[in-house]
């Protein structure tokens, strides 16, 4: 596929479709919020990476494949062990991505498998040292988002949760190049290795206009504390020039149709606890959408579903990063066939050239 003019940047790609005029995404094809409803994580993981969904062997093999690579390696518990426990879990994870040599004869496909499984048991384990707790492994019969729930909350996950969690993955594995995605598929145009790439994406992701945006989605509702107080807030802030986390984004200017499948979730979750937090949500939502016509983006009702399911703020970005690196690293492999580097062209707006000032002799 030709990459585009000046730039070497892939103006094109097979993987997922932004159709901002009619509010929608899909993933090779298929509606992004319908796969969420009816498919399993691992089910649309493999559609990502192979354009197709899977026979009933073929998942059964990803899902056996994934299990294994949640199994860490004891040279990445002990580089765990020897990290401080106050570093932001999504360094710490960062970090440990790139502990371990890949193995000698892993194709990029198992590779992309194997970086898939241990973003989950990686947070876990992150998660697990800074509270002082010893590693643990999840049942090798569950699947990403089940692993993800017995090993940060240390449930026996049930069924609905582990739908919930599911489709919310689902909604969050792929979307065009994304700041995260352009990162993964640049550090590939090099011809970086995968591992390399997720951990640039992972980089960018954090970032709070990006993913980091969940996690100050949740404080800004605590803050604001009650359905009420919300009509306010947004006035102030907005009078501030303050951007406000969980809405806008660069591409859907009319509805974001993840945050539309996020919010039902979310309030199905909310309701059956806390349900404060998610009408915060709601009430700033309508505040937004009144006072700038803003609308949700994906991280304000992933925030609160994703606290309503019981997972720390500062984990919400890993949560993410575990279903995004299926799109990184489907992109990374999409952008290493073109073998042709990102490098785009910038224009100079510095001073025109110019003399130095003579300096006499030395
Ligand atoms: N709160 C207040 N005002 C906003 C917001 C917001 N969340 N988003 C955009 N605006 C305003 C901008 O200030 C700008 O106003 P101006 O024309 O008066 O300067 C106008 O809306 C247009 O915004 P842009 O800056 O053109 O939007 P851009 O495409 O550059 O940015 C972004 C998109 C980064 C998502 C932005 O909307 C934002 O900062 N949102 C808050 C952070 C956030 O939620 N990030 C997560 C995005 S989704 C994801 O990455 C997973």
Known sequence: MAAAGDTGAAEHTSLSFLDAAGDRLYYRGYDAVELARLASFEEAAFLLWHGRLPGAAELADLRHQLAAARVLPSAMLAVAAALPRELRPVAAVRTLLSSSPKPSDAESGGEAIQLTGRIAALTALVHRHRLG?????????????????????????????????????????????????????????????????????????????????????????????????????????????????????????????????????SRTFAGGGDARLHDVAEALETAMAGARGLRANVDLYAATLFHALGFPADLFVLLFAAARVVGWTAHALEQRAEDRVIWPACEYIGPTPRPLPSRGNP
């Open 133 to 265: 707790l010893p590693p643990m492994a999840a049942p090798a019969e569950l699947g990403q988002a089940g692993s993800l729930l017995a090993l940060l909350i240390g449930l026996e996950p049930d069924a609905s949760r582990v739908r919930a969690l599911d489709a919310a993955l689902i909604l969050h594995l792929d979307l065009a190049l994304n700041a995260s995605t352009y990162a993964a598929r640049v550090a590939a145009s090099t011809g970086a290795e995968l591992d390399a790439a997720v951990a640039a994406a992972l980089a960018t992701l954090e970032g709070r206009l990006h993913g980091g945006a969940s996690a100050e989605v949740l404080a800004t509702l605590e803050r604001i504390g009650t359905p009420e107080r919300a009509g306010d807030y947004v006035l102030q802030a907005l009078a501030r020039k303050q951007r406000l986390p969980g809405f806008g984004h660069r591409h859907f200017k009319g509805i974001d149709p993840r945050a539309v499948a996020l919010k039902e979730l």
